[in-house]
């Protein structure tokens, strides 16, 4: 089983729609959690941290369930700019603070 | 204030070949870690470096080594390089190890092995 699952994509929306990604974490030690935006051939980027009481940063919300190791991503009214990669990454301290990504989920929002 | 800036950009190998990549950290950064990300996947963690140590390691070969110099700079070096090498190379620094600090990523190396 992979330390970080993350929905198989690629998620096709109009604009303007709401659009959820959830993920799935191995490891009950884990500690931090980030979702981070890849776009087509660039590196990526931090998008939010996720907090245990969740978090809103404008459209995007992200939320954590320590229980179920479950973290999801809501983008509400979506851009045409938020087409790109969507990745879940955790991190322990156990694990020297390295980042362990899950695949990635591909948003492709169409006018 | 300079990012994390890695070269080349791109490079094309043979099988066989040995390779180094280059990062220079963000201003400030004293750790850097590698991630290879092949096509279609998430970025693999290679392994990390402080005060010129490797300190975490992931699931690579031998195959794989590096280095960090004083000036916190650090390469990649892949030995005996095989097709599946093939992949985007990041390079992401931060401040203090092992710290809950955001990492701050390259442009990354896509590495072509043919």
């Known amino acids: 089983r992979k330390e970080v699952e993350q929905d198989p994509g690629p998620f096709n929306v109009p604009e303007g729609a709401t659009v959820a990604f959830n993920c799935t974490y191995s490891n009950s030690a884990s500690q931090s959690f980030f979702w981070y935006r890849q776009d087509c051939r660039k590196e990526p980027k931090l998008l939010m941290s996720?907090?245990?009481s969740g978090n809103e940063d404008g459209r995007f919300t992200a939320q954590l369930n320590r229980a179920s190791q479950y973290i999801s991503l809501l983008i509400r009214d979506s851009k045409l700019s938020d087409s790109a990669t969507y990745l879940c990454?955790?991190?322990?301290?156990?694990?020297?603070?390295?980042?362990?990504f899950g695949q990635g989920t591909e948003l492709s929002v169409k006018p | 204030d300079a990012g994390v800036t890695q070269s080349p950009t791109h490079l094309i190998k043979t099988r066989g070949q040995q390779v180094t990549l280059r990062c220079s950290p963000k201003s400030g950064h004293d750790t850097v870690s590698w991630y290879q990300q092949a096509l279609g996947q998430g970025p693999q963690f290679i392994f990390q470096y402080y005060e010129e140590e490797e300190r975490q390691r992931g699931n690579f070969p031998d195959r794989f080594s590096g280095h960090q110099f004083p000036n916190y700079s650090s390469e990649l070096n892949v030995n005996a390089l095989l097709l599946g090498d093939s992949a985007l190379y990041l390079c992401a620094s931060s401040l203090a190890l092992g710290r809950n600090s955001p990492l701050h990523f390259g442009n990354g190396t896509r590495l072509t092995v043919t």
């Open positions: 990454v955790v991190t322990s301290y156990n694990q020297g603070g390295k980042l362990i």
């Open positions: 996720v907090y245990s």
